[in-house]
């Protein structure tokens, strides 16, 4: 095997800022080798074994080989690729953030997933940057991909860290999405009244910089926490008006309906929590939004089973189940104990385990347009 050339080895110098592995794209965007073109560099390195193609389930990668001595090319340490490293996932964190509530979320979800070491060692460079604001953009753009691929504890201290840097309080928007993103992050964790800090304050900066879109998710989040609390007309008063703005900005509506849903059907208003729950269903299928799906399938189980429809709750359960571990987006700490309460009701109201078990099992494997259909009708 040759010996990797100079411009070689002052591209492996740079690789190793990446975490793991890396895309094309990204080194392309990323390395950059004086008189060089970076694309056939990295063709050399793979030829000749140094860098190794990876299985992945989204675009090629690579990696470094663990027989290259790292001694004989020391990482470039320089601000230059450092940035550029930053920029880069900077980019694809604010690009995928509208792209997480959409029809192809699961695929930037996994996108997301893959370079998630590359992600935070972007936000550790950030750390040691004099503009507090790409911290917080980072933040404000990871707040899904945090709370929809369940890794809370993470978004927490990042969050943390963003809103109490030197200069991080100065209202702006940055500001306002990661207090957004850190206070349903808490509520996710039960720390209410974290969330109702946090969010309290993103709803008045929010109207300060008279930001509807803004605002109104500020409102919708503090009924989410309203709710966890237990007041439940607290609640649907905060989902109307987030629904008043996104219907007056023309911004999606299905998450305030299903929460106003929710809302009702603790107070007891049935028909009400019904008809916002397959309003909201039938918005979310028509986006292809199947995070949403989910949602709003638990959202009408649960609601079965308290109007002792034991049987549709069962099915409706099941497939929400399935398709949460399709998309890897386990249920939130904070809903375990009512999921829990719910599950028990519908088993206790079948009676049967064998019944219980076989209805499950039948929504888990319905397909996606029958279990919509028994849903809504």
């Avoid at 390195?45 to 663990?66: A, C, H, K, M, N």
């Avoid at 996104?246 to 208003?269: F, P, V």
Wanted: aromatic share 6%; hydrophobic share 40%; charged share 25%.
């Amino acid at each position: 095997m040759r010996q990797p050339t100079l411009p070689e080895g002052l591209l492996v110098s740079q690789l190793q800022i990446f975490a793991i592995s890396w895309t094309l794209e990204a080194m392309l965007h990323v390395c950059v080798v004086k008189g060089e073109e970076v694309a056939e560099l990295h063709s050399g390195l793979v030829d000749i074994g140094l860098i190794l193609p990876l299985d992945s389930i989204t675009e090629p990668r690579y990696t470094l080989s663990q027989d290259l001595s790292m001694a004989n090319f020391p990482a470039d340490t320089r601000d230059a690729p450092r940035r550029r490293h930053a920029d880069y996932f900077l980019s694809l964190a604010e690009t995928s953030h509208p792209l997480l509530n959409g029809p192809d979320q699961t695929a930037w979800l996994d996108r997301l997933t893959a370079d998630h070491a590359n992600i935070l060692a972007a936000m550790h460079h950030c750390l040691e940057d004099d503009d507090p604001s790409r911290l917080l953009r980072f933040c404000g753009a990871l707040q899904r991909f945090w709370w929809k691929r369940g890794h809370l504890e993470e978004g927490k201290t990042c969050c943390n860290l963003a809103l109490n840097r030197p200069g991080a309080d100065k209202p702006s928007v940055e500001r306002v999405r990661t207090l957004n993103g850190a206070g349903v992050i808490a509520k996710e964790l039960g720390d209410l009244n974290s969330a109702r800090t946090l969010l309290e304050e993103c709803l008045a900066i929010s109207q300060k910089l008279a930001d509807p879109r803004l605002t109104a998710s500020a409102y919708n989040n503090l009924g989410n926490v309203a709710y966890q609390s237990g007041d439940f007309q607290r609640a649907l008063d905060y989902h109307r008006v987030s629904l008043a703005i996104k219907r007056e900005i023309g911004d999606s509506i299905s998450g305030s309906l299903g929460n106003m849903g929710i809302a009702a059907e603790c107070l007891g208003d049935f028909k009400a929590a019904q008809q916002y729950q397959i309003e909201s269903l039938n918005l979310r299928v028509a986006a292809n939004d199947m995070h949403g799906i989910l949602l709003s399938l638990e959202n009408l189980g649960y609601l079965s089973a308290r109007l002792g429809d034991a049987n549709l709750a069962a099915t409706l359960l099941g497939k929400a189940e399935a398709m949460r571990e399709s998309l890897g987006s386990p249920l939130p700490t904070s809903d375990v104990t009512e999921y829990t309460d719910v599950v028990t009701l519908v088993r206790s109201k079948i009676g049967n385990s064998d019944e219980f078990d076989r209805l499950w099992s039948v929504g888990r494997e319905m397909n996606i347009d029958s279990v919509i259909e028994l849903a809504t009708n």
